[in-house]
Nanobody
Framework: QVQLVESGGGLVQAGGSLRLSCTASGRTFGSNTLGWFRQAPGKEREFVASISRVGTSVYYADSVKGRFTISRDNAKNTVYLQMNSLKPEDTAVYYC?????????????????WGQGTQVTVSS
């Protein structure tokens, strides 16, 4: 069992920045790829970014590429999402997730553990 707890969400003006954190506890062994997803009202959950176990492979959705940066600190069992140049369309509940399988995955069904979500609201 793995528990994931996000923090860092909030209200920010367009063009501003936020950093989300997600700390894992429990049986973290075997949690290889870590990912961030988001879900806006009326829309399905959307892949944002992922990072491999040692941080050598990262992947971003086209909508956030160049603005968001995912990183991880395995010693702290924590994954981060640095969000810069935020836009109103980034407004969503952001979820961190852990995948026990290998390799990149962008579908939420491929991830095994989920945080509770943290709200990010970007005002215009």
């Amino acid at each position: 069992q793995v528990q994931l707890v996000e923090s860092g969400g909030g209200l920010v003006q367009a063009g501003g920045s936020l950093r989300l954190s997600c700390t894992a506890s429990g049986r973290t062994f075997g949690s290889n790829t870590l990912g961030w997803f988001r879900q806006a009202p009326g829309k399905e959950r959307e892949f944002v970014a992922s990072i491999s176990r040692v941080g050598t492979s990262v992947y971003y959705a086209d909508s956030v590429k160049g603005r968001f940066t995912i990183s991880r600190d395995n010693a702290k069992n924590t994954v981060y999402l640095q969000m810069n140049s935020l836009k109103p369309e980034d407004t969503a509940v952001y979820y961190c997730s852990a995948r026990t399988g290998l390799g990149y995955a962008h579908q939420s069904s491929m991830y095994d553990y989920w945080g509770q979500g943290t709200q990010v609201t970007v005002s215009s």
